[in-house]
């Protein structure tokens, strides 16, 4: 019965929901209820039942661990292939602290009891034999760290003298279902997804909020013993993490959820000036489209229609930021119980997201981070911010107003280049508040590289290692392996408060690192992360080797999701010919025009900012919103007993219900002698710079993944791109060369995962040989070797906006065979062979047909706000309806593309797709071939996308080039050509009701 219990709980565990965060070894609600469900016990007594199992699995003499301790050798040596093999065991020892956790009583004697209670073994037997628990936590570690912590990561490490109790104790210092109760503080504080908070910053939180109703007397008794305090930091920031991300969740019973919306700022370079783009929704991934209600009972949607990893409300007219942004607002979804709020804020500081290309707003600062901030233009706000950030912050931070900066909503703001490096003299005024740190020490943090998950970084990008403490001397050290236990790697120090450390140059063969940072000789910090490449990559779930299957010709889905007997390749090496018969009218191209990025700014609503007439009352003041009054009506809490008159404590305010931590509650701050400043720079209107592309690194990284959601492909680029639509085109480029498939959502076309194709060799009748799809060093190592050793010829070669061209002259199809039979993969899958190309891809493409699965039908109303494509001159124009056939842009849900039939139906679709279907209709191409030159040429917007792309792109075996209004495609065989133009413009188009 042991085997069974196990099982059970590696699957819920070690189920993939912890993946890159940090998991404990008890049961949360979730999986307290699966577990039950399995072992078919009641919820109240599985618990129990598991560790009475654990029990009977313990030697009554000598050693308990015996049998699990020859388990765990034999698990060992078969390279820890399988989920542990004592779990279940190491439930039991956590689920003792967790009911010592009840008692807040943290002793040796105390746990010990505890666990004879659970497993029927003699205490002192158990408290005997306790130092050999320890080789369990220890290879649950290492088993962690080799699945690159897909399963999450590891947390056991002691807490205080009894260090082999405080493994375990360190899992259960708070109990599993007492971790919603930081709900409450998360939604107090206006916590959101999208940035990092450290224990130093949350320990502030938490020391206020645990004196509150909220807080159970379990967590006040375990807060109070500061040797726990750190664990409990840590254990919060997980949840924080699960809360803030949970927005596709549904209701926990029948309480109200609260979620806290954000806002979004994107910097977009535009022609001639850069765009601003501001945004509001929810940080993370939402899976199907959630809808939402206001206050009036609009209907919005919520969805990731323009981020990966931040879903906007949509559409843009009921959405109107100017109001918004000094009222607030409230949503409502009733199907989910869940309430969506966004508070009024004078000053709104954002932080750089990790997970793509836009500011994100946070609740608070920190030192040495870089941050923009939003605030309302009045004379006092500004004046106060800018005297603000002269004490506080590096100089060369600059002002944009909504004149200088197109898109930023009238009446407010932005200050950019803003890094804090100090904490005030005396703390500002509340609505100043939100721009001071915390905490005077930021802690322990990571920076910049090239970032695959949470705590994983490409080993030719790792991070740098920044340290801020609250007084002097600090350190940074760096360690091999999952513990402090080994060798310095490689250390940094100074006298100051904070120390820096850049990890290149120290990665150990390994790559598992930990850091760990002190202050005043006094550990205050701990980091551990890896460092990975593609030699090593992450380990591939059985049915995940089946990889993408193109459906239609421009978007896969998974082959899991296909009847076996329909799963095929995405290119067909059968013999069998094109057909040679060329559409007639394609020997010249319609007039050129303007490329079509696929996300531009939503169409305009009113910026004006709300207006009052100057005469009011006291009671229309109280009546106003803190933004319309410029105020907040703050409630403050009082100093408890014993109590010091200057801690941190609560104010809220009764309108907005804003939440602030302060020491002067409620008082005006203390005058300081003004200083004169120089006036605030104004902001450059040329876009930011950003790091150029390493397509070599980011090739790797995708190789090393594997697979993934769309925001999961556009976080790698986050310090790369300043806009969405460029991490688009950068996933076309590599879909079109044969590295990746793309799986896009039906009407909108929006890429929703990838995954990296199988290692292919695509051989030309030339005897040209290149390598697609799946590479690492180790592989392409080895295809040279063997390639070069039999007489072909490496000729790869550096292209702009591709990956290294891997090829290679004189490889024969007897050559090509062998290597497909010789070399694998770290998966274990053999390089696929694909003989002609472009045919071959082209002949799977006829065979899958039009476009008509990407269209779905579409009901708006006729006056929504739309641009009609102008196809005579390649741009979009301002419209009043979309009544007229034609292609038409549309401010629906963001921003949507639709087509009119001459029929009066309406379809969504992609923006290639929606412009090829109304050029057709009126006699208009968008492409064009030359036979002449064998080229194929199309119209910027109307770009090929899939395998219509990848088999022009194999037929020169590089991308177009782009030229004026047009891409050319060049070296293009006349029946290649006619396939791609029978494929778009085929007159195919389903009825309204298909």
Not at 447 to 472: C, D, I, N, T, Y
Not at 730 to 746: M, N, Q, T, Y
Not at 836 to 848: C, E, F, G, S
Request: hydrophobic share 40%.
């Amino acid at each position: 019965m042991y085997g069974e219990v196990n099982e059970v709980l590696n699957e819920v565990i070690f189920s993939g929901r912890f993946e890159s965060r940090p998991v404990f070894m008890v049961l949360d609600p979730v999986a307290l209820s699966s577990a039950a469900k399995r072992l078919g016990q009641n919820e109240e007594e599985v618990e129990a039942f598991i560790c009475k199992e654990v029990g009977k699995s313990l030697s009554r003499t000598g050693n308990p661990y015996a049998r699990h301790e020859t388990q765990l050798k034999f698990w060992c040596k078969e390279g820890m292939a399988t989920k542990p093999p004592f779990t279940a065991l190491l439930f039991c020892l956590s689920h003792a602290a967790e009911l010592m956790a009840s008692d807040g009583k943290h002793t040796q004697g105390n746990y010990y009891v505890r666990l004879s209670e659970l497993t029927g073994l003699p205490k002192d037997q158990l408290s005997l034999r306790g130092i050999d628990t320890e080789k369990f936590w220890h290879w649950l570690a290492r088993w962690l760290v080799s699945t690159d912590y897909r399963y999450g990561r590891p947390t056991a490490r002691p807490v205080n003298q009894f260090k082999y109790i405080s493994i375990a104790i360190s899992q259960a210092i708070i109990r599993a279902g007492d971790r919603a109760c930081f709900h409450d503080m998360f939604e107090r504080y206006g916590f959101a997804g999208g940035y990092t908070v450290t224990e130093a910053e949350i320990g502030r939180y938490i020391d206020t909020w645990i004196r509150s109703s909220a807080a159970n007397r379990r967590l006040r008794q375990a807060w109070a013993d500061p040797k726990l305090r750190p664990r409990i930091c840590e254990i919060v920031i997980a949840e924080l993490e699960d809360w803030s991300e949970a927005s596709s969740a549904s209701n926990v019973g029948d309480r109200e959820q609260l979620a806290a919306l954000a806002l979004a700022l994107s910097l977009v370079p535009g022609f001639p000036d850069r765009v601003a783009a501001l945004s509001l929704g929810l940080h993370g991934e939402q899976g199907d489209v959630q809808v939402l209600f206001d206050r009036q009972g609009h209907q919005l949607t919520l969805d990731n229609d323009v981020f990966g990893s931040f879903a906007t409300l949509s559409p843009p007219a009921s959405v109107p930021l100017s109001e918004i942004l000094l009222k607030g607002a409230e949503y409502v979804a009733p199907s989910q119980n869940r309430t969506f709020r966004w508070r009024y804020k004078a000053v709104i500081p954002f932080v750089r997201a990790e997970t793509g290309p836009f500011w994100i707003e946070t609740n608070k600062t920190a030192l040495g981070s870089p941050h923009v901030i939003l605030v309302r233009n009045r004379q006092r706000t500004r004046s106060a911010v800018e005297d603000l950030l002269t004490e506080l912050a590096a100089p060369g931070f600059t002002v944009a107003t909504s004149a200088d900066l197109p898109g930023l909503p009238a009446g407010w703001v932005l200050y950019e280049n803003v890094r804090l490096m100090r904490m005030p003299a005396v703390l500002p005024d509340n609505d100043l508040r939100s721009l001071v740190p915390v905490s005077r020490a930021a802690g322990l943090q990571s920076f910049g590289g090239m970032r695959l998950s949470r705590s994983v970084w490409h080993r030719q990008a790792p991070p740098v290692l920044h340290f801020e403490g609250s007084k002097g001397p600090t350190r940074i050290e760096l360690f091999e392996g999952i513990d402090t236990d080994g060798p310095v790697l490689a250390k940094a120090e100074a006298d100051g408060e904070a120390c820096e450390l850049g990890v290149s140059g120290h990665v150990p063969e390994s790559g598992d690192m930990v850091a760990l940072a002190n202050e005043a000789g006094k550990e205050t910090g701990y980091l551990g992360f890896l460092c990975r490449t593609a030699r090593r990559p992450r380990p591939l779930e059985i049915d995940s080797l089946l990889g993408l299957q193109y459906v239609s010709p421009i978007s896969a889905k998974p082959r899991t999701d296909i009847a076996e007997g329909d799963r095929a390749e995405n290119w067909a090496n059968a013999a069998g010919t094109l057909s040679l018969m060329m559409p007639q009218g394609f020997e010249t191209l319609g007039a050129g025009g303007e490329a079509e990025r696929g996300f531009a700014i939503p169409l305009p609503t009113s910026l004006d900012p709300v207006k009052y007439g100057k005469s009011v009352d006291t009671k229309d003041i109280l009546a106003m919103s803190c933004g319309e009054r410029g105020s907040h009506y703050w409630i403050c809490e009082t100093v408890p007993q014993g109590g010091k008159q200057d801690m941190p404590l609560n104010m809220e305010c009764r309108d907005c219900r804003l939440s602030v931590l302060t020491e002067n509650r409620g008082k005006s701050p203390k005058q300081v002698q003004e200083k004169k400043r120089q006036p605030v720079p104004s902001a450059s209107r040329s876009p930011e710079p950003v790091e150029q592309v390493d397509h070599d690194l980011l090739l790797d990284a995708l190789s090393f993944l594997g697979e993934g959601s769309w925001a999961a492909f556009e976080a790698l680029l986050s310090t790369n791109v300043s806009e969405p639509w460029q991490a688009h085109a950068i996933a076309r480029s590599f879909e079109a060369l044969g590295h990746i498939d793309l799986v896009r959502k039906p009407g909108a076309g929006r890429i929703t995962r990838w995954s990296i194709a199988a290692p292919t060799l695509y051989l030309s009748g030339d005897g040209r040989a290149h390598l697609r799809g799946f590479r690492n060093v180790t592989m392409t190592n080895a295809v040279r070797e063997l390639l070069v050793s039999r007489g072909a010829r490496d000729v790869s070669e550096a292209l702009n906006g591709h990956p290294l061209n891997i090829a290679f002259d004189g490889v024969e199809p007897d050559l090509a065979a062998l290597l497909a039979q010789s070399i694998k993969d770290p998966h274990g899958r053999s390089i696929a062979l694909v003989l002609d190309p472009p045919r071959a891809i082209a002949r799977r493409m006829a065979i899958l047909g039009s476009t008509r699965s990407m269209l779905v039908p579409l009901s708006v109303a006729d006056d929504v706000a739309s641009e009609r494509y102008d196809l005579d001159h390649g741009r979009w124009s301002h419209c009043h309806d979309v009544l007229e056939p034609g292609a038409y842009r549309l401010a629906w849900r963001g921003q949507a593309y639709a087509y009119r039939d001459g029929r009066g139906n309406l379809f969504q679709g992609p923006h290639e797709i929606v412009k090829v279907l109304a050029a057709r209709d009126a006699g208009i191409n968008l492409h064009a071939y030359s036979q002449a030159n064998e080229e194929f040429v199309s119209r910027l917007g109307a770009d090929p996308a899939g395998l219509l792309a990848r088999a022009l792109c194999a037929c020169s075996r590089r991308l177009p080039t782009q030229e004026g209004g047009v891409l050319k495609y060049s070296q293009v065989p006349i029946d290649v050509a006619a396939a791609v133009l029978d494929v778009l413009y085929s007159t195919e188009v389903p009825d309204e009701s298909s």
